[in-house]
């Protein structure tokens, strides 16, 4: 199984589009996948086709401890399935943020899950912030893909990103590992799109050898500013359901499999068990049954150094 966190604090770049397609690239590679929308905009549920319905558990219920994501998860597709979101989740901001193991809760929950209903890829569509559910996402994933949007100031942003992820994989998740950068809404033949992207490059090359980006790349699948991948969200429909000869349909299937074909340099792809610390027993937030690990984060506000770092 992998899990695959899509990041970045910025608002518009691209995420929730390459989430909600990437999901339906592997899917329809024949994987079973699941989405879980952590952002209280509920855009990925929508582009699924998905409405967080008041009579059917959310991404909130799971994180207030009233619901298991395996009675969460929807069928939006063969082989794939989201969990919604909805306005309620930015409660869950709040709620959390003096309970106890609060970063561990969607780690704890994803186990459960895979237990009874294993999947082969899990996304976590991240909301444009640093928050308690950015975190949990980053301390659930084994991996972060960057959709980022290549602009003057893209690389300042990357930079601090980077160093985003640096932090929690000291002190919550040190499988943490950053495969890549996925640029989106790509103008391609225009002459800054192409410096932005030697730039990026250059600096990835630099990483030093124990981050946990020292193994990221710029993704070889460009995503090409389309109308297309703007048009399939109000039809509650993927671009593999809506358009998918479309230029977004055909860079949307090259990332998927590029994603597929990459190795890990943690090598946590394919295995079960690795990033599972087993002696962390499930409570829900706020109960003090915690590991040294996590009595260590809970003491520091990750959160705020988070927001700090970026
Ligand atoms: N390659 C593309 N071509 C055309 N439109 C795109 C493309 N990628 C994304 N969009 C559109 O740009 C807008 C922002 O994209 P998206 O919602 O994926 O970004 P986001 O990073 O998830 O935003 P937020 O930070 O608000 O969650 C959406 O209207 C989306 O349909
Ligand atoms: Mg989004």
Redesign the pocket.
């Known amino acids: 199984m992998r899990t695959i966190a899509l990041m ?1 604090q ?9 989430s909600v397609n990437l999901a339906a690239g592997l899917a329809r590679m024949g994987h079973r996948v699941c989405v879980i929308d952590l ?1 209280p ?1 509920g ?1 990925s549920s929508m582009h699924l086709g998905i409405e967080a319905a008041k009579q059917k558990a959310t991404v909130y219920d799971v994180f207030s401890g009233q619901a298991k994501l395996v009675d969460a998860r929807r069928m939006a597709a063969a082989n794939l399935w989201v969990v919604p979101a909805d306005l309620d989740l930015a409660a869950a901001e709040m709620e959390l943020v003096d309970a106890k193991n609060r970063e561990f809760v969607l780690k704890r929950a994803i186990r459960e899950m895979v237990a009874v209903d294993p999947f082969d890829y899990i996304l976590f ?1 991240c ?2 912030s640093l928050g308690v559910l950015t975190i949990n996402a980053l301390t659930a994933a084994d991996e972060v893909i960057i ?1 980022l949007q290549p602009h003057f100031f893209a690389l300042q942003g990357l930079s601090k990103l980077l160093q985003t992820t640096q932090l929690i994989s000291h002190r919550l998740n040190p499988q943490l590992e950053v495969s890549g950068v996925v640029l ?3 103008e391609s033949g225009t002459r800054l799109a192409a410096d932005v992207t030697d730039d990026m490059t250059e600096f990835l090359k630099k990483a030093p050898a124990n981050a946990p980006w020292a193994g990221a790349k710029i993704f070889d699948a460009r ?5 297309k ?2 048009e399939a ?1 109000s039809f509650g429909q993927s671009i593999f359901a809506y358009a998918p000869s479309c230029p ?1 349909g055909k860079d949307y299937e090259a990332l998927a499999g590029e994603v597929h074909a990459l190795k890990l340099t943690n090598a946590t792809a394919d295995s079960e068990t690795t990033d599972e610390p087993t002696t962390i027993p499930f409570s829900p937030p706020g109960e003090s049954n915690s590991s040294e690990a996590e009595n260590v984060a809970a003491e520091g506000n990750l959160a705020d150094d988070a927001r700090s770092a970026a």
């Open positions: 970045n910025k608002g518009g770049v691209g995420k929730t589009t390459t952002d905009q855009h569509d909301p444009p959709p989106c809404l790509y995503i090409r500013r389309n109308i991948l703007a969200p977004g």
